[in-house]
């Protein structure tokens, strides 16, 4: 049987019908608008942050400087503070140089540190509740809480592209790369400082609380090649990995005070994992005294100044 050909308007209409069966690809621009400015419940999980310093040039520190927290978390609604068991370690030189555990179960705080356990003060626990309400953390999406802290990656990444797809803590993810307007990142950061002050974190009302313009000027004038890599669901476009990269020249007295370094890579990654999989949290054994953790702390970290400075 012979067939005629379509009409012109036919063929379009076949065309179009097609693409919306298959469905469009989005742009790498509307994958970060639907990531980071989207509604994406997040109630548990594990969390995964690392800062990384790779030093280069210096006789002295010749190996990364790590600082990690991780951990489960189980969240319970706004302003409470989720049940969590969260494990702060530093390493360099090659070396563990501390491994602080955090755990928060049922309205009670918990500290450990060299395998003991230590109960925290009610009034310590009740100020990191307030602190929460004011944010107004809770169940929120792992890229809506950087908005409340007045961090929105929307403002400083630019031209996106697709870098292709990976598997992040078992979920099928598309892989964004973007370059950063840095000024407008550093004015974030600014943001969150002035947050910080009024979070209720002990502590927190003795750090800075803005950036300078002088101080702008010279961080925009030392860091270079930033770049930001976004790891999203692909069936969902929840973030599942957000990793920064950057690098500071170091330059005079400062390079030489540290070994002759020429300059630092600088990485912070935030992954996470089993997002809304229930979480099993359990309270320490042997509960102790917290005064007896500040003694045991404060030596600590008498030993780990002591390494640093050599």
């Not at 012109?8 to 639907?34: E, M, N």
């Not at 302003?79 to 390493?91: H, Q």
């Not at 555990?101 to 009670?108: A, K, M, P, V």
Request: aromatic share 4%; charged share 15%; glycine share 12%.
């Amino acid at each position: 049987m012979r067939m005629r050909h379509c009409p012109r308007g036919a063929g379009l209409v076949l065309a179009a019908l097609a693409l919306t069966a298959c469905g469009a690809a989005q742009s790498p621009s509307q994958l970060l608008k639907d990531t980071f400015a989207g509604s994406h419940k997040v109630t548990s999980g594990n969390i995964d942050v690392d800062l990384t310093l790779t030093p280069s040039g210096s006789s002295t520190l010749t190996s990364p400087i790590t600082l990690s927290f991780k951990g489960p978390f189980q969240d319970f609604g706004k302003g409470r503070v989720p049940n969590s068991e969260f494990t702060l370690s530093l390493s360099a030189l090659d070396r563990s140089l501390l491994s602080i555990g955090l755990e928060s179960l049922d309205g009670r705080g918990y500290v450990s540190l060299g395998g003991a356990s230590y109960a925290l003060p009610a009034s310590a626990y009740r100020q990191i509740e307030a602190g929460l309400r004011k944010t107004g953390t809770g169940s929120a999406s792992s890229a809506g809480i950087l908005g409340k802290l007045g961090i929105d990656p929307l403002r400083w990444l630019i031209d996106p592209t697709v870098a292709g797809s990976a598997t992040v803590g078992g979920a099928s993810t598309t892989h964004i790369r973007a370059g950063v307007n840095l000024g407008a990142l550093v004015d974030d950061i600014g943001t969150f400082l002035s947050k910080a002050s009024s979070l209720g974190v002990p502590g927190a009302g003795k750090i800075a609380t803005s950036i300078s313009s002088s101080a702008k000027a010279k961080i925009l004038a030392a860091v270079r090649v930033p770049r930001v890599d976004i790891w999203t669901g692909t069936g969902d476009n929840t973030l599942r990995k957000l990793a920064v990269s950057l690098t500071i020249p170091v330059t005079g007295a400062t390079s030489s005070q540290l070994g002759g370094l020429k300059s630092a890579a600088v990485t912070l990654a935030v992954t996470y994992q089993d997002l809304n999989q229930p979480q099993r949290i359990t309270a320490p054994a042997g509960v102790q005294p917290f005064s007896q953790f500040k003694s045991q702390l404060q030596t600590l970290l008498g030993a780990v100044r002591s390494v640093v400075a050599r």
